[in-house]
């Protein structure tokens, strides 16, 4: 018999928005169709393995709050007991996603050799429940290659080829492990990718080495059958000063400069582009409008904060516009809805886990249920096609065409005289207050 580890928490029902139970969903009713698919079709939860089988609450000032040992002081037995816990929570949240790091999964031990055979039982059992439950998915898989002292001075741009051959050989074990999970994405978050400061940074070959290690991963991948997608994760700062991966623009003009764009969309999160001065719509607007979006790292910070606090969402206008980009890119493909978001320090309890998903599934179920309405209601859609009406006809089809040159549009205002009457208003207070009709008639 399995042992549960959550006993006195059932099955999280959908009783709806009236609802005062804690422990049920009041906007997430899995099987509800929403803009032609189910929400668990549209949102594809996942699972984060790192805050929530590993994070015990422990930050800079102080150590855990809350026990995340799931019985076990062995870490080898300890990382089977991870996953018998989280597919419990998964199942008890009807989550079919998760995503990790390698080193999530199981810990380093003495060498490489033995840490990726430990690594291989560990992935052996995931596959075995995975065959025992088929609902249950690989979203992503990573490698962990920022914490151990190795990477202090970066991995793929560590200035030692030898660190550089040793992040190598793990991510090749991280990519065998996500393929064998049969999971669609793989992630590069920078982890120590960047620099403090270039007295001692030699940073046009950083970024070249950093490229040439993707391009061997793109490489090995493909030769083992992986046929999902690559991500970047954007992310300006936190651990260095300058990480390289500082926001979508970015990251672009660096995958397009190393022709990696073929294999690589993004992975948004939110709490980074915060960090990054941008907002989380922001974001993904340059994802999709560049072709790249991908999935997204679901979570907040706090915009009175300059640090990643990777908060559970709440926040429900972000959550919808999120939702109205994910939308209109056409619904996740390989991509997905990861919480990357802890529990605050001071939520330690094992219900905090429940509720804290509760929360923030909540928050992006009633993003999705206001975002399919925007859309259906139209009249954001149409004040925008309206805006840019003027590209449609005479001179602005011209110059879409490529038809105009410049000469012509000279000719053009020498004779159309003053243009200010031809703007008109930009209406921002009049529809953030239809955003706020559509969300509030919910
Ligand atoms: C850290 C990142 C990290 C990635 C995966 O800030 O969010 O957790 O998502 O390596
Ligand atoms: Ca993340
Ligand atoms: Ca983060």
Known sequence: MQKEFFENIGKIPYEGKNSTNPLAFKYYNPDEVIGGKTMKEQL?????????????????????????????????????????????????????????????????????????AELDKVTDYIAEKMKADPSKKLLWGTAKCFDHPRYMHGAGTAPSADVFAYAAAQIKKAIEATVKLGGNGY???????????????????????????????????????FTGDFYIEPKPKEPTKHQYDFDTATVLGFLRKYGLDKDFKMNIEANHATLAQ??????????????????????QGDTLLGW?????????????LCMYEVLKAGGFTNGGLNFDSKARRGSFTPEDIFLSY????????????????LISDGRIDKFVDERYASWSTGIGADIISGKATLADLEK??????????????GRQEMLESVLNNIMFSL
């Open 187 to 225: 992630v590069f978050w920078g982890g120590r990718e960047g620099y403090e400061t270039l007295l001692n940074t030699n940073m046009g070959l950083e970024l070249d080495n950093m490229a040439r290690l993707m391009k061997m991963s793109v490489d090995y991948a493909r030769s083992i059958g």
């Open 44 to 116: 594809k939860f996942a699972l984060s393995w790192w805050h929530t089988m590993g994070g015990d609450g422990t930050d800079m000032f102080g150590c855990g709050t809350t026990d995340k040992s799931w019985g076990e002081c062995d870490a080898t037995k300890r990382a089977f007991a991870k996953v018998d816990a989280a597919f419990e929570i998964m199942d008890k949240l009807s989550i079919d996603y998760f995503c990790f790091h390698d080193r999530d999964l199981s810990p380093e031990y003495g060498s490489l050799a033995e840490t990726n």
């Open 412 to 425: 053009y205002a020498l004779e159309k005289g003053e243009v200010t009457d031809s703007l008109t208003s």
């Open 358 to 373: 509760i929360a923030g599934m909540d928050t992006f179920a009633l993003g999705l249920r206001i975002a399919d309405k």
């Open 308 to 320: 990643d606090t990777d908060q559970f969402p709440t926040n429900i206008y972000d959550a919808a």
């Open 278 to 299: 941008h907002t989380f719509q922001h974001e993904l607007r340059v994802a999709r409008d560049n072709g790249v979006f991908g999935s997204i790292d679901a979570n």
